[in-house]
């Protein structure tokens, strides 16, 4: 059975960082291609950042792009998002993905198409 345990949440003040990290069960981790998305309350989950199967091909939502970066390590099977200047807004439960593609980076947005899910680590910024 697939799995995918996300760790690295907590609350951090306005400005400061996390890092979130995706630890996948899935032997072929290295032909999947792996996601960030997150949903605050009330609000639908939103794509936050996507990283191809080999890791050549990343891609951001405009609300985190030059402040967040997501890279994985295919040997430790294991996906991470790098945070900083974290914001109130950034506030939501943050959920890992995989989806068993070769496709690029920015073909990945859409939560629909993936086929793996953890249960997410809650981030929480306070202003």
């Known amino acids: 059975q697939v799995r995918l345990v996300e760790s690295g949440g907590g609350l951090v003040q306005a400005g400061g960082s996390l890092r979130l990290s995706c630890r996948s069960s899935?032997?072929?981790?290295?032909?999947?291609?792996m996601g960030w998305f997150r949903q605050a309350p009330g609000k639908e989950r939103e794509f936050v950042a996507s990283?191809?199967?080999?890791?050549?091909?990343?891609y951001y939502a405009d609300s985190v792009k030059g402040r967040f970066t997501i890279s994985r390590d295919n040997a430790r099977n294991t996906m991470y998002l790098q945070m900083n200047n974290l914001k109130p807004e950034d506030t939501a439960i943050y959920l890992c993905?995989?989806?068993?593609?070769?496709?690029?980076?920015?073909?990945?947005?859409?939560?629909?198409?993936?086929?793996?899910w953890g249960r997410g680590t809650q981030v929480t910024v306070s202003s």
């Open positions: 993905s995989a989806k068993g593609t070769t496709a690029q980076a920015g073909e990945m947005t859409g939560y629909g198409a993936y086929d793996y």
């Open positions: 899935i032997q072929t981790f290295s032909s999947y291609g």
């Open positions: 990283i191809s199967w080999v890791g050549d091909s990343t």
